[in-house]
């Protein structure tokens, strides 16, 4: 017959199992734990990603709003430019019609004088030759 052991092989081997047991209990949850932290750095830096991108878009959006208030301003500009330039060449036409109005008016009246003029002339000469005629006669 086999003889028969104390026991304390077996609880040996128990302990030892526990051991084991307890060691691989304690790595699994250490591994649990790491990835637990790298999950939530992994979610942190995703994050982070996430509003730099939406920076990003805010920023782009602002300099593109900026943009098109500068080009708006420079149009408004460019716009009152020319109707100020507009506005002179309309006053330099005006001036220049009136200029041209005198002058029409001043010819004309120069015109109308020397048609006086000769007429009094004409006249003259009418009431010179009627006078030599009578003396002469």
Not at 43 to 71: G, H, I, S
Not at 93 to 107: G, T
Not at 117 to 134: N, S, T
Request: net charge positive.
């Amino acid at each position: 017959m086999a003889k028969k052991g104390s026991g304390l092989r077996n609880v040996i081997k128990v302990a030892k199992a526990i051991d084991r047991a307890n060691k691989k209990s304690a790595r699994e949850a250490q591994q649990r734990q790491k990835a637990l932290e790298r999950e939530a750095l992994r979610q942190q830096r995703e994050q982070e990603r996430y509003e730099k991108q939406l920076e990003r878009e805010l920023a782009a959006e602002k300099k593109a709003e900026n943009k098109r208030l500068q080009q708006i301003e420079k149009k408004r500009i460019a716009d009152l430019k020319l109707e100020e330039k507009l506005k002179k060449e309309l006053e330099k036409n005006s001036l220049n019609a009136k200029k041209k109005q005198e002058q029409l008016r001043i010819k004309r009246e120069k015109q109308v004088a020397l048609k006086a003029f000769q007429k009094r002339c004409k006249e003259r000469e009418l009431a010179r030759k009627h006078i030599v005629d009578q003396t002469l006669m």
